[in-house]
């Protein structure tokens, strides 16, 4: 979720919490009046050195603890969690259904269309997706993902690559493939809504393509921290 963040407001609000930290941790290992007179009171360098090195790894470690974790308890704040997730970035964890409809028709001639689930694990630092047919027929397995913004009008873009796997096959069907899909997630009421499209290597071995459109719809948000 990081990259959907303003850059320069990150990086200002990271390099201040570090100053800041350090020089609390100068402050508690030689005292304030130590600090403000080096004229006076020299500390050995090495002291110095341990002091700020354990202070940047005290730091780095409340940054991962707080993008893997700490963050949700923001969002789910009253006044200030409605605020974070309308004008920085939605918390996209939960379950989603949809459909995706395919270009590639069936034996009648008609295009196919499946019911899918997808469920989105989310914090500062990975997007994780996982989709799958109700149907039972497709599994899909994301190797890469990425959440971003839209240059054209800032929303969201939740962009990924996945391969998928059909367990039983039908004679005119692949068994593995791979693929990538582009949705724009935007609000719906109270509910995210994902519309995109998606396009496959499958049936490529037979001089074919499949591609689509997606669209989904979140149903339960997932709570655990």
């Not at 200030?80 to 964890?93: E, Q, R, V």
């Not at 028709?105 to 047919?133: C, H, L, T, Y």
Request: charged residues 20%.
């Amino acid at each position: 979720m990081w990259r959907v963040l303003p850059l320069l407001w990150f990086v200002k609000l990271l390099s201040l919490l570090l100053s800041a930290l350090i020089v609390a941790g100068l402050a508690i290992t030689f005292g304030v009046d130590r600090i403000w007179t080096p004229a006076t009171v020299n500390p050995q360098f090495s002291d110095v050195f341990e002091t700020i090195s354990l202070t940047i790894l005290a730091f780095l470690a409340l940054v991962y603890v707080s993008g893997k974790w700490l963050w949700k308890w923001l969002w789910r704040t009253p006044r200030l969690g409605k605020a974070l997730d309308t004008y920085l970035c939605p918390d996209l964890n939960g379950k989603y259904t949809g459909t995706i409809s395919s270009n590639y028709a069936d034996e009648s001639g008609n295009p196919i269309e499946k019911e899918v689930e997808m469920e989105i694990q989310a914090d500062f630092f990975r997007v994780s997706v996982f989709v799958k047919s109700v149907d039972n027929y497709q599994f899909s397995r994301v190797l890469v993902s990425e959440l971003s913004k839209d240059p054209t009008d800032n929303g969201l873009l939740l962009i990924y690559v996945f391969e998928s796997e059909v367990p039983k096959a039908v004679e005119t069907d692949d068994k593995r493939f791979f693929g990538a899909a582009r949705i724009k997630l935007t609000r719906g009421g109270s509910d995210l809504i994902g519309r995109g499209h998606y396009w496959t290597d499958r049936a490529s071995q037979r001089a074919k393509s499949t591609a689509g459109f997606i669209e989904i719809r979140r149903m339960t948000h997932n709570n655990a921290m």
